[in-house]
């Protein structure tokens, strides 16, 4: 079946502790992205990448890292958390021959909370 | 001023009607657009792309593109209880190589029995 699976779907922690959301989808997919999803603000894009080892920043990248070393897998990494960092987040890959494609698989999404 | 605009809605609309539901964007560069469909608690899905003036159609569902006016429209035709959902319309600029995909904030769709 064809997914893009997110780990962990529910996460609390606290201000500061490093944390990691996995992202990896089985569709041999060049472009992945991630976006937050806040109420009334709509999903917004944190990065992206278009291929291995290409990632570049999207709308509101501080205070987050990512990798693209193999085609499957991005992370989305969180140094030190912050409460403003609690939100949905949403990874997501489409297939791409080189622009920014609109047409998005999302997995399932990872509430994180920060206290 | 935001690059894509929706209506937060509600939209209340009866079972059997047609439901319609609008988005305009900012910038005349924008090329293709798309409407995505998202169920409470869950994740958006892809349910109609459209890249060029005009109507698409697919089942019963429309996407209307006008460029001149800067809007993009979703039409459900016999709406079900199950199209209650936000609808998510999205567009991309294409700006030389820096393109963009942007999300509006969505319309909440409530279709009444």
């Known amino acids: 079946e064809a997914q893009v699976t997110q780990n962990p779907r529910y996460l609390i922690t606290v201000t500061g502790k490093k944390l990691t959301v996995t992202c990896s989808q089985n569709m041999n997919h060049e472009y992945m992205s991630w976006y937050r999803q806040d109420p009334g603000l709509g999903l917004r894009q944190i990065y992206y990448?278009?291929?291995?080892?290409?990632?570049d920043k999207g709308d509101v990248p501080e205070g987050y890292k990512v990798s693209r070393k193999e085609k499957r897998n991005f992370p989305l990494i969180l140094e030190s958390p912050s409460p403003n960092q609690t939100s949905l987040y949403f990874c997501?890959?489409?297939?791409?021959?080189?622009?920014?494609?609109?047409?998005?698989?999302f997995g399932e999404g990872s509430r994180l909370t920060v206290l | 001023q935001k690059e894509v605009e929706q209506n937060s809605g509600p939209l209340s609309v009866p079972e059997g009607a047609i439901a319609s539901l609008n988005c305009t964007y900012s910038d005349r560069g924008s090329q293709s657009f798309f409407w995505y469909r998202q169920y409470s608690g869950k994740s958006p899905e892809l349910i109609m792309s459209?890249?060029?003036?005009g109507d698409k159609e697919d089942g019963r569902f429309t996407a209307q593109l006008n460029k001149a006016s800067q809007y993009v429209s979703l039409l459900i035709r016999d709406s079900q209880p199950s199209d209650s959902a936000t609808y998510l319309c999205?567009?991309?600029?294409?700006?030389?190589?820096?393109?963009?995909?942007?999300f509006g904030t969505g319309t909440r769709l409530t279709i009444i029995p």
């Open positions: 999205a567009g991309i600029k294409a700006n030389f190589g820096n393109e963009k995909l942007t």
């Open positions: 997501a890959s489409s297939h791409s021959t080189g622009s920014v494609p609109g047409e998005l698989f």
């Open positions: 459209i890249y060029s003036n």
């Open positions: 990448s278009m291929n291995v080892e290409v990632t």
